[in-house]
């Protein structure tokens, strides 16, 4: 039977299982891997999400491909390769008894460990690690046709193609790409089905109007005035709704280690989503560009060369969520402390962030960490937050007003006397 052209595939292998996965470690030719296997896509909806694991696996591919083509003792590890779709099927091989080998003398856990695997060609296949691998080994049989008869190691594991099946591989692909090197956040946000800011995060970009279609993947922590599409950048609506839904400050690392229960998840992606609402609701410039279409480049009038608007700037709306949450630990609900939040100058150009976020003679940001923090504590203030207020987003030990006005002058280059707190509310 054929697929899109793709024949059988019968590989010899040896079955073998570890914790609940049951695994078939094979060998494939180049040739096969090239035209069979393609990038863990099929993982999730979001077409950004998609393109974002291409690009990341893509980076390397003409050092991998320059390694097969030139290096005469090349050798690769395996791949872990998810198959689903088709019918697999697995074919033990009997071991017959010679003048050398009696196989009655084998322990009894090697029963059926040699075999056949015969996959039908309807099958797809994805690589859960090896991307990299997968990637270089396309280019190299595009180049040079004659490679595709040599072999790599590959590990099959099977996959359910329902909503169970996907979170158990992204689960998988996670773990084996953790272990092998440091897992990047866009990484983690793009596959891990522990972290629940990434499963939340993720479900957003799936669903919400305000993010979806309108996130940078960029792999620096800003977002340049030439994009004039995006809203703000994966990594920042990443921290920014970890920031919003953890249950107390200092205490992420270890509520993103362990995956809550669905009633759970379901109760924090409300909660993020009411943030995400109501930042749409309560500011004008958020709200035109969640409801222009994207390309229109709407998002361009609020983030340019002169400044523009600070949620529209990844640390400014960062800062602003703190700010939000900070005022939610005082007691406030979600939709005042977000109203509150609002009233505050938004010009990062002008006061009181020219000099504190905004660099005026570069014409850029001012991301400094003390910057952050003194920033994060003059709008808590200005908005009528108590600085004294211990344990919170803003930071454990609180502050005073003498010690937030002595910070600020030196930050922007001011004398003391000449700081003068502001208050927007009440």
């Known amino acids: 039977m054929k697929d899109n052209g793709q024949p059988q595939l019968v590989v010899p292998a040896l079955r073998a299982h570890m914790g609940d996965w049951i695994y078939y470690v094979a060998v494939m030719k180049f040739d096969d891997v090239a035209k069979r296997i393609r990038l863990a896509e099929e993982l999730h909806k979001s077409k950004a999400l998609n393109e974002l694991i291409q690009r990341r696996v893509s980076e390397r591919s003409e050092e991998i491909k320059r390694y097969l083509l030139t290096q005469k003792q090349r050798l690769f590890n395996a791949l872990v390769v998810g198959v689903y779709e088709g019918a697999p099927r697995w074919h033990e091989l009997s071991i017959r008894k010679s003048a050398r080998f009696d196989p009655s003398s084998l322990p009894a856990d090697l029963e059926g460990v040699l075999g056949v695997l015969l996959l039908r060609g309807d099958e797809k296949f994805f690589a859960l690690d090896g991307q990299h691998r997968v990637v270089g080994i396309k280019a190299a049989v595009g180049a ?17 193609n329902d909503a169970s099946g996907l979170e158990r591989t992204r689960r998988l692909f996670t773990t084996l790409n953790r272990y092998a090197k440091p897992v990047s956040k866009k990484d983690i946000i793009a596959l891990d089905e ?17 993010l979806r279609e309108r996130i940078s993947q960029t792999r620096t922590r800003h977002l340049p005035v030439s994009d004039k599409r995006n809203f703000t950048t994966l990594v920042f609506v990443y921290d920014t709704t970890e920031v919003i839904v953890s249950p107390s400050a200092g205490s992420s690392r270890q509520f993103k280690a362990l995956r809550p229960n669905d009633a759970q998840i379901e109760r924090l992606y ?6 995400w609402d109501l930042l749409v609701a309560n500011i004008v410039a958020v709200r035109r560009v969640a409801r222009a279409k994207p390309d229109t480049g709407i998002a361009g009038q609020f983030r340019h060369r002169d400044g523009g608007h600070l949620v529209f700037r990844p640390v400014g709306l960062l800062i602003f969520a703190r700010v939000v949450r900070a005022l939610v630990d005082t007691g406030l609900s979600l939709d005042d402390a977000m109203k509150r939040v609002s009233r505050v100058p938004m010009d990062v150009a002008g006061e009181p962030w020219r000099g504190l976020l905004w660099d005026g003679t570069n014409h850029r940001m001012i991301t400094a960490t003390p910057n ?9 203030h200005a908005v009528g937050g108590d600085l004294s207020r211990r344990g919170t987003v803003l930071g454990r030990k609180g502050t005073t007003t003498e010690r937030l006005r002595l910070e600020l002058a030196g930050l922007t280059n001011r004398q003391v006397d000449d700081v003068v707190l502001p208050r927007y509310v009440g």
């Open 194 to 210: 522990d972290d629940v800011v990434a499963i939340l995060t993720r479900r957003l970009l799936d669903s919400h109007a305000l």
């Open 270 to 275: 409300r909660t993020a989503r009411k943030f």
């Open 372 to 380: 952050q923090r003194v920033a994060g504590w003059l709008m808590f």
């Open 144 to 160: 040079s046709p004659r490679i595709g008869k040599e072999e790599v190691t590959a590990i099959f594991v099977s996959h359910k």
